[in-house]
């Protein structure tokens, strides 16, 4: 009786190292495979990346909510959209992500880095060569 736990239990633990083996195998092949491939973004720069994570929904096209907002604030006097706008100061930007403007919400360092920010800020305002 014994041996006969014993051995179903081997039994068990056997299949289960079989049905996990394929899945082991995949990260492999995967990870393989994107090795072979360039990188499918190469030119995004990271502050797009980094705004398409946190603020793309709000205001990458108009009809988000933050580009309605805008786009009632400047009655199209400035493009509703943000990545449209050519008159933002990176000290704005940073100011606006830090402590929220009417019902975009603030966000924390633990979020988005002040590094971050400063890629996305920068990434907001092409024109950084003209003075603050
Ligand atoms: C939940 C929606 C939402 C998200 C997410 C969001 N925003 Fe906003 N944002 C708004 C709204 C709404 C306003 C406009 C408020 C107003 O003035 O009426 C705004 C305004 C702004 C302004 C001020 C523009 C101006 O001319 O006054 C900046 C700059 C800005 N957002 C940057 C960002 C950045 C950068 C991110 C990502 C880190 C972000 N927002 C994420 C909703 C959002």
């Not at 096209?61 to 604030?73: D, H, I, V, W």
């Not at 360092?109 to 907001?124: H, R």
Request: charged residues 25%.
């Amino acid at each position: 009786m014994k041996g006969f736990r014993l051995q179903r239990g081997l039994a068990v633990a056997a299949s289960a190292i079989l049905a996990a083996a394929p899945v082991g195998c995949a990260p492999l092949q995967a990870r393989a495979s994107s090795d072979a491939a360039p990188p499918a973004e190469p030119t995004r720069s990271a502050g797009e990346k980094i705004f398409d994570k946190w603020c793309s929904d709000c205001h990458s096209t108009a009809e988000g909510p933050g580009s309605a907002a805008l786009q009632r604030k400047y009655q199209g006097k400035r493009p509703a959209i943000l990545e449209q706008r050519s008159d933002l100061r990176p000290n704005y930007v940073k100011l606006a992500v830090r402590h929220g403007v009417s019902f975009m919400p603030s966000f924390r360092k633990t979020e988005i880095s002040d590094d971050d920010l400063a890629l996305v800020a920068a990434y907001l305002t092409p024109s950084q060569g003209r003075t603050p």
